[in-house]
């Protein structure tokens, strides 16, 4: 078959390495969708494809007889893919779920509509990370002047858990039936749908159903993560006959998937709404996963799960509108590390160490301040968030950093022991009416507490490792939060900080990340790499980064960070120690001021984002 002659080429701003999106009208079977890739662009000869790394399993996808592809001048392994797009764009983990949600836009759905099925996808493909049996959160910026929101879909604690039930087994937080919350993702995405959705909820479904029923080729990146817990894939029901050839070995790169029960899950809530989830057999089911594997879920606890709205807070910073997550996401974290920054002229002497080194104090002071925070619903934060992001404390902290020095972990003062939690998926979206979601959801630890039901397909979250556990003091004295103490209901802290950046009243940025707790020091970076430095939205997130979350007291440094900076700021006494390139993921979309869409996805996940 010939190459198609492009319908339209989207222009290459100028300046630097830029993918361009060529959109093809070149009707292509559902066999070869979910068909490898790589194969794909062997027999579509794209010659203009230079690169062939690891990206370039996923450049190339066909949804709704659209083939979309990436052609550029020039790419190495490892950078990521710039997308510039004219009306919308779509910046996902995983390049087949970005053009999934394209697709939603070119055929008149809004930014939700694209979140929503874009999302889905990513849960079905990336599922050690991400997918339905977890929660997250969803940062609305609608269009016309209207008010953002924040969609809490985070998981819930159960009506039986106690603050002391992993006391005794910390390790029961995180494997087995103790560690799963009510799962929040569903709930959460129907809500979004009823108030802003535009096309029909079963339409944002059917993609992924079908790459459920007929198959997907397996990620490097899942590959990846199946090695690490071979044993257990090979022996857990569900899993041992998802991600295997049948013969007692696992799939390899490239293998097709096939996950039949979740279509038949994603059919039955596309025909009959969220309700099917939390009532009825996919609950029923899903609770008898629970307590076979030591839980105590309820289907009362499943029926009594609502998605809750939050009032987004604010700043602003260098006089752009920054509106991000109040708790439980971090975001009002992330809103006091910008704060304190804005006081430097970062943009006027550039990514040198001293900056770097303030930069760096800002995270530890914020990191500080983190497990001050809780679910509102049953702790009183509202003083602390309005401290937090006022530019009256910023200062204060300022006048506390020292441009000679760092200082050892008393003098953040921080209160309660730094909590650690876990990976995550996020993916940034701008539609041609100015309208912009933030999505973050996870399961939490790869593939969750390790329980796929095999009945309904679905891959049970194990949120509650994110609650704090009462226990011993650590090694510095410090005690676990009580605001983040296990209570039933409640929601667990999240490091979450799905961000929408505006000038002038219009969209500059979508941005988030997932990784845990780097996902706010990952985020304060990328966009000062923007908004400070000065950098493409690809080089701005390609760029090597720092790590510090206050405990443990030392600083971890990207490897490609220049020596000669990682040596200056040892010489400020920080302890490095070497962050792995990979520890971070930021998917961000940005509107210049000519109206150009660039996004990019992070390679560090191997992601490329789709536009149109």
């Known amino acids: ?34 068909s490898s890739p790589t194969r794909l662009l062997s027999r579509k000869r794209q010659s203009r494809l230079l690169c062939i790394g690891a990206i370039s399993l996923l450049l190339t996808a066909f949804i709704g007889g659209l083939l979309v592809v990436a052609s550029a001048r020039r790419c190495t392994e490892g950078t990521s893919t710039l997308i510039s797009a004219k009306q919308g764009a779509v910046a996902t983990d995983e390049p087949r779920c970005s053009i999934i949600g394209v697709d ?39 269009p016309g002047g209207q008010s953002p929101v924040l969609i809490d879909f985070r998981e819930m604690a159960g009506g039986a858990a106690t603050e002391d039930m992993f006391i005794k087994d910390i390790k029961l937080a995180q494997i087995g039936g103790l560690a799963v919350g009510v799962p929040g993702e569903i709930a959460g995405l129907y809500s979004a749908h009823q108030r802003f959705g535009k096309l029909p909820w079963h339409r944002l479904f059917e993609p992924t159903i079908r790459l459920a029923r007929d198959g997907y080729a397996l990620s490097t990146v899942v590959y990846g993560q199946l090695l690490t817990m071979e044993q257990h894939i090979l022996s857990s029901p569900g899993f041992n006959t ?51 594997n ?3 879920l309820t289907t009362n606890d499943f029926a009594s799960y609502a998605a809750v709205d939050r009032t987004p807070i604010e700043t602003y910073y260098h006089g752009r509108r920054v509106i991000t997550g109040s708790p439980p996401t971090s975001g009002s974290v992330l809103l006091n590390m910008l704060n304190i920054v804005e006081g430097y002229t970062l943009a006027m002497d550039g990514p040198t160490a001293m900056n770097y080194h303030r930069i760096v104090e800002a995270m530890k002071f914020g990191a500080a301040q983190r497990t001050s925070l809780g679910d509102p619903s049953f702790v009183d934060i509202v003083g602390n968030v309005s401290r937090q992001i006022s530019k009256q404390f910023a200062g204060e902290i300022r006048a506390n950093i020292s441009d000679v020095q760092t ?28 309208m912009a979601v933030a999505i973050t959801s996870t399961i939490n630890l790869e593939f969750g507490a390790r329980i796929m039901d095999p009945v309904t397909g679905i891959i049970l979250n194990d949120q509650m490792d994110d609650f704090s556990t009462t226990n011993m003091t650590n090694n510095f004295g410090l005690r676990p939060s009580p605001n983040n103490k296990i209570v039933p209901g409640k929601r667990p802290l999240s490091s979450t900080s799905a961000t929408i950046v505006e000038q002038n009243g219009r969209v500059e940025l979508v941005i988030g990340g997932s990784g845990g707790s780097r996902i706010l020091t990952a985020v304060l970076q990328v966009i000062i790499n923007v908004l400070d430095f000065g950098q493409r939205l690809d080089t701005a997130i390609d760029s090597p980064r720092l790590h510090h979350q206050l405990l443990p007291h030392q600083l971890g440094v990207d490897p490609m960070f220049p020596s000669s900076l990682t040596s200056a700021l040892a010489s400020f006494g920080h302890k490095i120690v070497p962050l792995k390139h990979g520890n971070s993921v ?20 191997h992601g490329v984002a789709a536009g149109y």
Do not use: W
């Open 242 to 292: 998802t991600y295997t050839d049948g013969n007692g070995h696992l799939l390899k790169p490239g293998n097709t998937v096939r996950r039949p029960e979740l279509a038949d899950t994603l059919e039955d809530i596309a025909r009959n709404g969220a309700q099917a989830f939390y009532r009825g057999r996919i609950a029923a089911s899903l609770v008898k996963a629970v307590q076979s």
């Open 586 to 605: 930021v998917q961000a979309v940005q509107k210049l001021p000519d109206g150009t869409i660039h996004a990019v996805s992070d390679a560090r996940k």
């Open 1 to 34: 078959m010939a190459v198609p002659t492009p319908s339209r080429s989207l222009e290459e701003p100028q300046g630097g390495d830029v993918l361009t999106v060529l959109l093809v009208d070149d009707p292509v079977s559902d066999s070869e969708l979910s």
């Open 294 to 296: 030591g839980g105590i």
């Open 104 to 142: 939603v836009l070119r055929e008149g759905g809004n930014a939700i509509d694209a979140a929503i099925a874009s999302t889905l996808c990513v849960g079905l493909i990336q599922a050690h990370s991400s997918g339905i049996g977890g929660g997250g959160f969803m940062l609305v910026r609608p």
């Open 407 to 434: 200082y050892d972990v008393a003098h953040y003062d921080p209160e309660y022991d730094i909590l650690n939690n876990h990976g995550t998926t996020h993916l940034s979206v701008l539609d041609k009416d100015d």
